[in-house]
């Protein structure tokens, strides 16, 4: 069915077609800039590109480590234990927050401890990972979901608990039971802290995992990372951070998209 559209609502349309081209623009011309700033000053000498590599450095590295077969086997040890990290603490996460949601006495006993949790350098459990999950990805998942479920329960928590009390009452003035009220309003009017919440979390996983692979890994950007500045391989070191970067910067894309369909849904 072809939708049409006043003159006044076309015309805002192409406003905001030319805006979101000219935001485009402008992020593809900083990040241009930015890079060939840093090629000039390394090319010119006046930054010592032994210390501060350069895009050209980092893009022949990287084709290297492809060439040899690294790369991909690299980028796909720690894209798993990411992803897997990040799903099984937003899983855990949502489910606690429920928990401490539906039971008001649970949440007062354990709301402090949660709180200390969320405190605790995480790194500082380093030694003790090792020894309860090995030298493996387990060690490394295992951190990630560390880092990331206090994050995901305390967020989820919060928007559940600001649910509108007015609404609540409502429902069950109306014989809603609890399963309905949480089905039909809490959990709807969390949404935009739970895609938030996701934002927050794709930045903790990463954390997480790289975290873990400083640690204790033989594979993986982490590793790449650490081994780069034991030898010194400072382009090493670079290229593994860049895509590093670019690896976080899809994961976060996908959850903007996800965003999108769960609002677009909402609304239809």
């Excluded at 030319?18 to 485009?24: M, N």
């Excluded at 050209?56 to 796909?76: D, F, M, P, Q």
């Excluded at 802290?193 to 997480?208: E, N, Q, T, Y």
Aim: glycine share 8%; aromatic share 10%.
């Amino acid at each position: 069915m072809k939708h049409t559209f006043s003159e006044e609502h076309a015309r805002f349309l192409k406003k905001r077609r030319l805006r979101l081209c000219l935001i485009w623009s402008l992020r593809i011309g900083l990040l241009a800039l930015l890079l060939g700033l840093w090629e000039l000053v390394t090319a010119c000498g006046w930054v010592d590109p032994f210390l501060m590599s350069s895009p050209s450095r980092i893009a022949k590295t990287i084709v290297t480590l492809y060439r040899e077969n690294n790369l991909l086997y690299h980028v796909g040890v720690t894209l798993f234990e990411t992803v897997v990290g990040f799903a099984i603490a937003v899983t855990l996460g949502c489910g606690i927050a429920l928990l401490l949601w539906w039971s008001d006495t649970l949440r007062s006993v354990l709301e402090p401890y949660i709180v200390v949790l969320n405190a605790l350098p995480k790194i500082a459990l380093g030694p003790l990972i090792i020894i309860w999950c090995g030298t493996g990805s387990k060690a490394i998942i295992f951190m990630t979901v560390l880092v990331g479920i206090i994050v995901a329960i305390l967020h989820m928590l919060s928007a559940f608990i600001a649910t509108d009390k007015n609404k609540i009452l409502l429902l069950r003035s109306m014989g809603a039971r609890k399963t309905q009220i949480l089905r039909k309003l809490v959990i709807p009017s969390s949404l935009a802290a739970f895609i938030s919440m996701l934002k927050v979390a794709v930045g903790m996983a990463w954390i997480g995992s790289i975290m873990g692979e400083y640690i204790v890994s033989k594979a993986g950007l982490g590793y790449l990372i650490v081994y780069g500045g034991q030898v010194f391989k400072l382009d090493l070191v670079m290229s593994a951070t860049f895509l590093l970067c670019a690896l976080a910067a899809g994961m976060y894309f996908l959850v903007v998209l996800l965003e999108k369909i769960l609002v677009k849904n909402a609304e239809s």
